[in-house]
């Protein structure tokens, strides 16, 4: 239901925009000149006198020969004329002697130069058979008489009586396609009731009611009673080698990931437990209840059966165990003082911190840290860059004052091994700008504050946590990434390669340009160093020049160079890190090629 209504209001919410921009700009586009009244001739307000001599209807009546259902008398410029019509047909006759008019070329020319006031010269009569949009909802034939006057003025005129059904020019155009796109009539630009627009009616009414069941379903009748007046609740906290770690007391209604933050047990949260980034699975022991849409979005179908929960999607109804990651982690916070800042990329940060702890086992390759970002008030000029990415930064028009109000948690995966360090954590962070609005600019609260830094600068942080790693034996490996996605995957390639490993390692990675991918020179290295390692560079937006090097999005130049030519290519085990469009398609294209799901590893970030 959250992702329906989330789709649907986007599709609704479109429409929502075209009607407001489309009535705005018919409401500003001048009445008259779309009408055309500019350059029409107003009929005489003097009356004329019906001649004498002229046939009575009575008369004209019994000469016609065939069915009239209407007689009106009219003038055809100087001539007395009568208009007789059954059904869809329409002729005139002379009223003085019942001869029958044709409306020729030159007459309607004509007709239509009497109906003009302006600088504009008509042109040659042009016949139509069948109306078009600009003569909608008349039937045909017609006269169409063009007039150079620059307004693109167009007078059509019933090819049968000679009346001036029509008066077209540009602005009456332009106001045309606001029109339709205002009453969502694609094709005949006039019905008002089309399924389209009860359509998005329809839709309009289910994102309301959609949003209140939602709203109603996101409460929990225990969050409006107060703590002391609800049950207690016992908590119990085991590590992932069931191991205990606490014994906590909570209230029913409370979740896990709130339950255990009260007592000094952070699980890690990019989201502060808003159910959006993934990263508080925990395992429930025992009977786990039924899995949310949350939980599903997050966690794979082998997890939620072996009971993995998001913790603050997990209510504490009953006295619950759980199994978490992390361990002492989990309330141990840690500092490291920054050692080195390197801009890899225009938008990409290398920065290297000396722990006061060496790191455990926990700090392996793919691994990840939550830093603790605090509250702070920058400047723009403390975020520091390059003059050779002085251009690059210009474009992103930041704002004046950068400040985050709340202190928050930001995860960053390690980029080296720790032993290939020298027990230093080396993180690769990517600056997220958001987006500049003239009252207010968004921006990515945990980059600003890594881009700040600088070398002795003190950072705390926890962990390290996941469970994104290098599986043990010797398996083909493809590594696929992009963006920040490079630093697990450098980790584990320099860790594989630095362990001897003979398997056949592949590593694609995608920017967007050259000065874009990090390490392109240091993999390089590598795969002229090591025989069993390849580095394939996949630009998307200029051309692979050198060798390792393609064009085009990295999962595709993957499957057209490496796996549509694989031998085994469901015999390989993936890993993939990078931007979750990325990610998303490059998982799709696994799948459609047959690779079971447990041999492919990913990390999403929890975007």
């Not at 003038?75 to 009223?95: F, I």
């Not at 009260?262 to 808003?274: D, E, I, K, M, V």
């Not at 690769?428 to 070398?455: E, I, M, V």
């Not at 469970?467 to 992009?482: L, S, T, W």
Request: with cysteine; glycine share 8%; proline share 5%.
């Amino acid at each position: 239901m959250r992702t329906l209504h989330k789709w649907v209001g986007l599709i609704v919410a479109l429409q929502f925009v075209l009607w407001t921009a489309s009535g705005l700009v018919m409401s500003v586009l001048d009445h008259e000149t779309v009408q055309g009244h500019r350059h029409r001739a107003h009929a005489a307000q003097t009356v004329r006198a019906w001649p004498q001599g002229t046939l009575t209807p009575a008369q004209l009546l019994a000469r016609a020969g065939k069915p009239v259902q209407a007689v009106e008398a009219a003038w055809l410029q100087e001539r007395p004329v009568y208009r007789l019509s059954h059904k869809d047909s329409v002729w005139l006759l002379d009223a003085r002697d019942g001869r029958a008019l044709k409306i020729d070329a030159v007459l309607a020319g004509a007709l239509a130069a009497a109906d003009y006031v302006g600088d504009g010269r008509p042109a040659t009569p042009q016949w139509m058979q069948d109306a078009t949009l600009e003569v909608r909802g008349h039937a045909g034939p017609f006269w169409r008489v063009d007039f150079d006057d620059g307004d693109g003025t167009t007078l059509y005129l019933s090819a049968q009586d000679g009346r001036i059904l029509e008066r077209r020019n540009d602005r009456w155009r332009l106001f045309d396609i606001f029109w339709m796109l205002h009453i969502m009539d694609y094709t005949g630009r006039q019905d008002f009731n089309n399924p389209l627009v009860i359509m998005a009616a329809a839709g309009g009414l289910w994102i309301a009611l959609s949003g209140v069941w939602l709203l109603i379903a996101s409460f929990r009748l225990d969050e409006f009673v107060p703590a002391r007046w609800r049950p207690s609740r016992a908590l119990t906290v085991f590590d992932n080698a069931g191991d205990k770690l606490r014994s906590l007391e909570s209230h029913r209604g409370d979740t896990v990931y709130l339950a255990m933050a009260r007592n000094g047990l952070q699980l890690p949260s990019n989201c502060g437990g808003g159910q959006s980034c993934g990263l508080c699975e925990v395992r429930v022991r025992g009977a786990a209840p039924a899995p949310t849409s949350a939980d599903r979005a997050h966690l794979d179908e082998s997890r939620l059966r072996s009971g993995h929960r998001l913790a603050c999607n997990l209510a504490l109804d009953g006295d619950l165990q759980v199994e978490v990651a992390g361990g002492a982690g989990l309330w141990t916070q840690r500092e490291a003082t920054v050692e080195s800042v390197t801009a890899v990329a225009p938008f990409l940060r290398e920065i290297v911190l000396r722990p006061e702890q060496p790191p455990g086992p926990e700090f392996q390759p793919g691994a990840y840290l939550q830093v603790h970002v605090p509250d702070y008030r920058l400047q723009r000029d403390d975020v520091v860059y390059p003059d050779h990415h002085r251009d690059d930064w210009a474009a992103l028009e930041l704002p004046q004052a950068l400040h985050n109000k709340d202190a928050v948690r930001r995860s960053y995966s390690l980029a080296l091994p720790v032993d290939k360090a020298d027990g230093r954590l080396t993180l690769l962070a990517r600056f997220s700008p958001g987006a500049h609005h003239k009252k207010r600019a968004s921006f990515g609260k945990g980059s600003t504050y890594l881009y700040s830094l600088k070398a002795g600068d003190t950072v705390r942080y926890s962990g390290a946590f996941g469970d994104f790693a290098v599986k043990p034996g010797e398996r083909e490996k493809v590594f696929i990434g992009g963006g920040a996605g490079m630093a697990p995957l450098r980790a584990m390639i320099h860790a594989r390669l630095d362990r001897g490993a003979r398997e056949r390692i592949h590593y694609w990675y995608g920017a967007r340009t050259l000065r874009d991918a990090p390490y392109a020179a240091e993999m390089a290295g590598l795969a002229r160093t090591h025989e069993n390692f390849s580095w394939h560079l996949v630009l998307s937006e200029e051309a692979g020049q050198g060798d390792g090097l393609a064009q085009g999005l990295v999962h595709e130049a993957a499957h057209a160079h490496l796996l549509s030519r694989h031998a085994d290519v469901a015999a390989c085990e993936f890993y993939v890190c990078g931007p979750p469009a990325m990610l998303a398609a490059t998982r799709q294209l696994l799948r459609k090629l047959g690779v079971p799901d447990q041999q492919v590893a990913f990390d999403d970030f929890k975007i």
